[in-house]
């Protein structure tokens, strides 16, 4: 059972394009939603988290937006680089310290 | 200074034989743990030890042994490999084990078993 679904599975952009990676949730218990950035032979390194009580938060050009109603959260990735090139995935963590993951988006930034 | 080292890097072996992955932290946190991402990049917890407790133990084959001598290492045991095994292991850290604790991840060990 898929706790958290991510769409797309992969994604193309233009430089200078705006990436939007979506996903969503099962568990109402689930409290702390972080995003990671994976480069090819690399670790998931933390890149942006958001908490339920609020929907939005932005930390550069990285915009996590939030809809508890819906149990979906999304990314969006201001002025794409073709250095955030990458695999995105989301998470839900709740209860404690297990990450479940959603399966991940491969994001191309084309020149 | 890397924040959580793995080794090896890479780990190719044979069917049935038993292999061990180290992992260190160097940040200081009391909560360590094992993830494995399969071939289309799937990741999924398999253990996490609070100040050598284990606390998580996922639904893994009890051919997977996790051994924590201190707070700052954990290493993964694999007895019996399996092609199935095949995979990239990745070690990670967090401060504690409460909730919402970002979680640190090392640069993995990739597992291939002929």
């Known amino acids: 059972q898929q706790q958290v679904k991510q769409s797309p599975q992969s994604l193309i952009v233009q430089k200078g394009g705006i990436s939007i990676i979506n996903c969503a949730y099962e568990n109402t218990a689930f409290d702390y939603f972080p995003w990671y950035q994976q480069f090819p032979g690399k670790g998931p390194a933390l890149l942006i988290a958001?908490?339920?009580?609020?929907s939005e938060k932005k930390e550069g050009r990285f915009t996590i937006s939030f809809n508890k109603s819906a149990k979906q959260f999304s990314l969006h990735i201001m002025d794409s680089q073709p250095g955030d090139s990458a695999t995105y995935f989301c998470a839900a963590m709740g209860g404690g310290n297990k990450l479940t993951f959603g399966t991940g988006t491969q994001l191309k930034v084309e020149l | 200074d890397t924040a959580v080292s793995q080794t090896p890097k890479y780990l190719v072996t044979q069917m049935g034989n038993d292999k061990s992955i180290k992992c260190e932290q160097n940040l200081g946190h009391d909560t360590m743990y094992w993830y494995k991402q399969d071939s289309k990049k799937f990741l999924k917890i398999m253990f996490s030890?609070?100040?050598?407790?284990?606390?998580i133990n996922e639904t893994v084959p009890n051919r997977f042994s996790p051994k924590s001598p201190d707070k700052a290492h954990l290493n993964l045991h694999i007895n019996s490999l399996e092609l199935g095994d095949s995979a990239v292991y990745f070690c990670?850290?967090?401060?504690?084990?409460?909730?919402?604790?970002?979680?640190?991840f090392g640069d993995g060990t990739r597992l291939s078993i002929l």
């Open positions: 958001i908490r339920p009580d609020v």
């Open positions: 990670a850290s967090s401060q504690d084990a409460g909730g919402n604790q970002p979680q640190h």
């Open positions: 030890y609070n100040n050598k407790e284990l606390i």
